[in-house]
């Protein structure tokens, strides 16, 4: 693997490359440049396949085990949503969902914080947000089956540990995202016990286990989140904050982590704090405890200068605990600037470049041209003998383009992949286009990614399916793959246009 630190130079010069291909993941634009759905409408489209729902619903039932089990969990998650399933079977197959989560490669969710998306970890970070880690697999099925059966939720649950999460490095652009885990706790807490079990307090005891145990600065916001909704009396508050309270003065030092949790964490604390107001519940103990943990984050080294105190400026989490303090009218002292005084800055994130190759850069021009093809700047006429010829020849370099040729196995799925959509979509109509179409499928189905990094395999794969929009031709190639992730997918696809 290649880390590089970036020069702002340097990222100039990518940004504004990425800016002319827009081929990238963007929150703004959607994968490969477009928002959602916008190819499709560019596409003209054959007639959709006919399908027998019943026997496509029982077709991915009986094959969806064979299947990497994230992508097992995934699917039977999404077909319990349809109305091919009934109640009795949606409970077991929730189960085996569960069951098949527990195997997932990636124990958490992680979320890229921000910076060069045309990174392996920016790319990563997108593919985080499909939830196919095993905690969001298995807080996904519980969500599903609290509705049919609380109670074996409820025990489902119990299998899952509360999450201990690791200091994350001010190197690392992915942190930890456990907000599903909690979201989950408060349901099964309020949604799982009867009132003869809520009069022996169980449900506290349930949910009080699970909040003493806090590890990093990501779960403090969401953990306050879920104190906030639950139903309880005066008394069980102040058992419960007096027990948060402990637990966040145990949040391992992680600067990184905590400056991405600052984002959720006002929202999340005045929710507390309403809560103690009605009822009548005193909040300094806790205020307290917040003011030593903040005051403890931003003392140690810093990931990013964004955190450090500027001149007279308290850091941002300083003044949101400072005007929360003013607001409760609290005995509770202010946050002052020596407390905070700063202690020097950890490393800078360091990314791992994609296209930095000589096959992946050649590529990325080459498209770039196509894409550029019929503006002002470009000598290149789209649907011209040249324009015939640069699409033949980067089809060529991609035909040529091996694992080989890059640092890793991954770098090369990723890159090869948003080539292929790109040339998918400027190509909109022809032989060529459905040429285009028919190796990147054949590429998805004949990938060691689906085993190895089933992930990163189904980021490409469902915006494949989703751009397609049953294409008759391509859904047919793709129901007659040797791949049998691709092929259930495909399925569970025409099942979701068909209902």
Same mark, same amino acid.
């Given at each position: 693997?290649?880390?590089?630190? %970036?020069?702002?130079t340097?990222?100039?010069?990518?940004? *504004?490359?990425?800016?002319?291909?827009?081929?990238?993941i963007?929150?703004?634009q959607?994968l490969?440049?477009?928002?959602?759905?916008?190819?499709?409408?560019a596409?003209?489209?054959?007639?959709? %396949?006919?399908?027998d729902?019943?026997?496509?619903?029982?077709d991915?039932?009986?094959? *969806?085990s064979?299947?990497?089990?994230?992508?097992t969990?995934?699917?039977?998650?999404?077909?319990?949503d349809?109305?091919?399933?009934?109640l009795?079977?949606?409970?077991?197959?929730?189960?085996?969902?569960?069951?098949?989560?527990?195997?997932a490669?990636?124990?958490?969710?992680r979320v890229?914080?921000?910076?060069?998306? @045309?990174t392996k970890?920016?790319?990563?970070?997108?593919a985080?947000?499909?939830?196919?880690?095993?905690?969001?697999?298995q807080?996904?099925?519980? @969500?599903?089956l609290?509705?049919?059966?609380?109670?074996?939720?409820?025990?489902?649950f119990?299998?899952?540990?509360?999450?201990?999460?690791?200091?994350?490095?001010?190197?690392e652009?992915?942190?930890?995202?456990?907000?599903? /885990?909690?979201?989950?706790?408060?349901?099964?807490?309020?949604k799982?016990?009867?009132a003869k079990?809520?009069?022996?307090?169980?449900?506290?005891?349930?949910?009080?286990?699970?909040?003493?145990k806090?590890? $990093?600065?990501v779960?403090l916001s969401?953990?306050?989140? !879920?104190?906030?909704e639950?139903?309880?009396?005066?008394?069980?508050?102040?058992?419960?904050l007096?027990?948060?309270?402990?637990?966040v003065g145990?949040?391992s030092?992680?600067a990184?982590?905590?400056? /991405?949790?600052?984002?959720?964490?006002?929202s999340?604390?005045?929710?507390?704090?309403?809560?103690?107001?009605?009822?009548?519940?005193?909040?300094m103990?806790f205020?307290?405890?917040?003011?030593? /943990?903040?005051?403890?984050?931003? $003392?140690a080294s810093?990931?990013?200068?964004?955190q450090a105190a500027?001149?007279?400026?308290?850091?941002?989490?300083?003044i949101?605990?400072?005007a929360?303090?003013?607001?409760?009218?609290s005995?509770?002292q202010h946050?002052?600037?020596?407390?905070?005084?700063?202690?020097?800055?950890?490393?800078?994130v360091?990314?791992?470049? /994609?296209?930095?190759?000589?096959? !992946?850069?050649e590529l990325l021009k080459t498209?770039?041209?196509l894409?550029?093809?019929?503006?002002?700047?470009?000598?290149?006429?789209?649907? $011209?003998?040249?324009?015939?010829?640069?699409? !033949?020849?980067?089809k060529?370099?991609?035909?040529?383009?091996?694992p080989?040729?890059?640092a890793?196995?991954?770098k090369?799925?990723?890159?090869?992949?948003?080539?292929? $959509?790109?040339l998918?979509?400027?190509?909109?109509?022809?032989e060529?286009?459905?040429?285009?179409?028919?190796?990147?499928?054949?590429?998805?189905?004949?990938?060691?990614?689906? !085993?190895?990094?089933?992930m990163?395999?189904?980021?490409?794969?469902?915006r494949?399916?989703?751009?397609?929009?049953?294409?008759t031709?391509?859904?047919?190639?793709?129901?007659?793959?040797q791949?049998?992730?691709?092929?259930?997918?495909?399925?569970?696809?025409l099942?979701?246009?068909?209902?």
């Amino acid at each position: 693997m290649i880390n590089v630190k %970036i020069s702002h130079t340097v990222v100039g010069a990518v940004i *504004a490359l990425v800016a002319l291909l827009g081929i990238y993941i963007s929150d703004s634009q959607g994968l490969y440049g477009n928002k959602a759905g916008q190819e499709s409408s560019a596409i003209s489209r054959q007639s959709k %396949i006919k399908i027998d729902p019943i026997s496509v619903s029982r077709d991915i039932i009986n094959e *969806a085990s064979s299947l990497p089990p994230e992508l097992t969990a995934d699917i039977l998650l999404k077909l319990v949503d349809t109305k091919t399933v009934d109640l009795t079977k949606k409970e077991r197959l929730l189960e085996d969902a569960f069951w098949a989560a527990k195997r997932a490669k990636e124990p958490f969710k992680r979320v890229f914080i921000g910076g060069i998306l @045309d990174t392996k970890e920016g790319y990563l970070g997108y593919a985080y947000d499909n939830d196919l880690d095993r905690l969001s697999l298995q807080c996904r099925a519980i @969500d599903k089956l609290l509705d049919l059966n609380p109670t074996l939720a409820r025990e489902l649950f119990e299998q899952i540990p509360t999450p201990e999460l690791d200091p994350v490095f001010c190197e690392e652009a992915l942190v930890f995202d456990v907000q599903k /885990y909690y979201r989950t706790l408060s349901l099964v807490s309020r949604k799982s016990f009867d009132a003869k079990a809520k009069s022996r307090e169980e449900d506290l005891l349930f949910l009080s286990a699970r909040l003493r145990k806090l590890t $990093s600065p990501v779960q403090l916001s969401p953990a306050l989140q !879920a104190l906030s909704e639950q139903s309880v009396t005066a008394a069980q508050m102040t058992f419960l904050l007096q027990l948060v309270s402990e637990a966040v003065g145990k949040i391992s030092l992680d600067a990184r982590s905590f400056s /991405y949790s600052n984002q959720a964490a006002g929202s999340a604390i005045e929710a507390v704090l309403r809560r103690c107001s009605n009822l009548q519940v005193s909040s300094m103990p806790f205020l307290r405890s917040l003011r030593a /943990y903040i005051i403890q984050q931003l $003392s140690a080294s810093r990931c990013d200068q964004k955190q450090a105190a500027v001149g007279d400026r308290l850091p941002a989490y300083a003044i949101l605990f400072n005007a929360l303090v003013t607001k409760e009218k609290s005995e509770v002292q202010h946050i002052t600037l020596p407390e905070v005084a700063y202690n020097g800055q950890g490393k800078s994130v360091e990314y791992e470049m /994609y296209w930095n190759s000589e096959k !992946a850069s050649e590529l990325l021009k080459t498209v770039q041209q196509l894409r550029k093809a019929g503006t002002d700047q470009s000598v290149l006429a789209k649907e $011209s003998e040249a324009w015939d010829k640069t699409v !033949a020849k980067c089809k060529e370099l991609l035909l040529k383009w091996v694992p080989a040729d890059e640092a890793s196995y991954l770098k090369y799925f990723h890159q090869k992949n948003v080539i292929f $959509s790109a040339l998918r979509e400027i190509v909109a109509k022809g032989e060529v286009r459905d040429g285009v179409v028919s190796d990147h499928i054949n590429f998805l189905a004949r990938s060691d990614a689906q !085993a190895e990094h089933p992930m990163e395999w189904f980021l490409y794969t469902s915006r494949l399916l989703t751009n397609l929009d049953g294409e008759t031709s391509a859904m047919l190639l793709i129901q007659n793959s040797q791949s049998a992730p691709l092929r259930l997918y495909g399925k569970l696809h025409l099942l979701l246009m068909a209902l």
